[in-house]
């Protein structure tokens, strides 16, 4: 951290919700210095606390622990949890009977999903964000991205930040942060030569954002010249081919450090300075691997994360529909904490117009993800420029969707600034991509610059 910042903007906040963030902080780092052996047990009561928790204080967790036989004061983190997974249709209509009775709703801070095209909703307490703010922080300094340093962010910061939902908390998070936000909806030549003037300008020391557009941005600049170069380079939210990677890091001539996050759970991985995959910080998850079969890269998992840091409505056993390729050796920082190689095929995919300009398939998702009550889950396909197809699910026993799919329709439209020709189709099941995770745009369409396109927005690729 800076001085100024330790000497002046710190003390100033110590009068906010995060006062303490500096010391959370510290116990993170204090984890992190321990023998593998403390580590491992610190870890071990770390998952026992919140089982037992969670089955004392919330009528889900005691019957399904009952059900399954299970004690959480003997829970272990060298064996699997004997429990089935809480999925995320489970969290969506079971969420109520999660909520820990230990906490007053003023405690909690209610959020929704942004990433997915089927909503859920969720909360949690307090002193858990503070504590995932902190660890969010302390990911961020394997990047070398410390508190104080101008960041600019192009992924939607405004949206990202209006879905905070506490003012107080909103207000740190871009004070401390010191971003630079840039919106990332449509992305064209306007949109990328504006991105251009205010990184030059502003010279951050770290640029942060969706994969996607930081590779459109690096091929924009590649193109059109650059000045400065940032110290890091950090990327999340989306897939990351090895060749896109390598642009990245040639246009900006510094590291680019994946990162592994989610609203539901937080940032829980990244990557270290080896390069080597993402690792599972252990002081905020517990995470197990469940075989799913082989792929050209080697074996595929299933991910499931157990929230050591949200006690307001814990997740446990949770299947955020994340599959992985392990590495079996260990990281050579010689770090023991879980260390996954890749991820599989990305959830999202894109919306290209003819003329070049780019929509990440995020921003659909971000668009329609609030209130739907008939509607379980929508997919979009785009057949030709101005053609989407609109696959949709809908809840056991309900009609009454012709609304719902009305103002769909009438969002997307207003986004893309044209009149869609929509066509719609009914099923009983939205095949999910290879990951498991369902889809949100998929590109069945040729634009003239559809290889640029594609390659800019990760199309498909693995990390």
Not at 16 to 39: G, K, N, Y
Not at 234 to 242: C, M, Q
Not at 398 to 403: L, P, R
Request: aromatic share 10%.
């Amino acid at each position: 951290m800076s001085w100024p910042n330790k000497k002046s903007f710190l003390p100033l906040s110590n009068r906010r919700p995060q006062r303490d963030l500096t010391i959370r902080v510290s116990q993170i780092r204090a984890f992190e210095r321990m023998p593998e052996h403390q580590q491992r047990d610190m870890h071990q009561l770390s998952l026992r606390k919140l089982l037992v928790h969670a089955y004392a204080t919330t009528p889900y967790y005691k019957k399904r622990f009952d059900d399954a036989g299970f004690d959480p004061s003997q829970a272990r983190t060298d064996c699997p949890l004997p429990l089935p997974p809480l999925t995320r249709n489970k969290l969506r209509s079971e969420g109520h009977n999660q909520l820990s009775n230990a906490f007053l709703p003023s405690d909690l801070r209610l959020y929704t999903t942004g990433t997915s095209n089927a909503p859920v909703k969720f909360q949690c307490d307090l002193n858990g964000l503070k504590n995932k703010m902190a660890l969010n922080h302390q990911l961020n300094s394997w990047a070398g991205f410390q508190m104080g340093d101008p960041v600019m962010a192009l992924w939607g910061a405004h949206t990202y930040l209006t879905m905070e939902p506490d003012w107080r908390l909103r207000l740190d998070k871009k004070s401390s942060l010191h971003r630079i936000p840039s919106s990332n909806g449509i992305i064209n030549e306007e949109i990328l030569e504006r991105f251009r003037i205010r990184y030059e300008k502003t010279r951050p020391r770290v640029l942060f954002g969706y994969s996607t557009v930081l590779v459109a941005f690096a091929l924009y600049l590649q193109a059109h010249g650059l000045r400065h170069r940032p110290k890091s380079v950090i990327a999340t939210a989306e897939a990351l081919s090895p060749e896109n990677r390598k642009i990245v890091e040639t246009a900006f001539g510094c590291s680019i450090y994946l990162q592994n996050s989610s609203r539901d759970i937080g940032m829980v991985a990244a990557e270290c300075s080896k390069h080597e995959g993402l690792h599972y910080h252990p002081w905020g998850s517990y995470v197990t691997f469940d075989p799913i079969g082989d792929t050209p890269q080697g074996p595929a998992y299933r991910l499931f994360i157990t929230d050591l840091l949200n006690y307001g409505q814990p997740l446990v056993h949770y299947d955020a529909g994340d599959c992985v390729i392990l590495d079996n050796q260990r990281c050579s920082c010689g770090s023991w904490f879980p260390l996954v190689r890749s991820f599989l095929d990305s959830a999202a995919s894109s919306y290209a117009f003819a003329d070049g300009r780019l929509q990440p398939g995020h921003r659909l998702s971000f668009a329609v993800k609030d209130d739907f009550r008939a509607l379980l889950n929508v997919e979009f396909i785009q057949k030709s420029r101005n053609h989407l197809h609109l696959r949709y699910r809908v809840r056991k026993h309900e009609t009454a969707v012709d609304g719902e799919l009305d103002s769909v329709r009438e969002t997307i439209d207003a986004m893309m600034g044209e009149h869609m020709q929509w066509t719609m189709e009914k099923l009983a099941d939205i095949p999910s991509e290879r990951s498991g995770k369902l889809s949100v745009c998929l590109l069945e369409v040729n634009t003239p610059n559809d290889r640029n396109a594609k390659q800019s927005l990760g199309y498909h690729q693995p990390f």
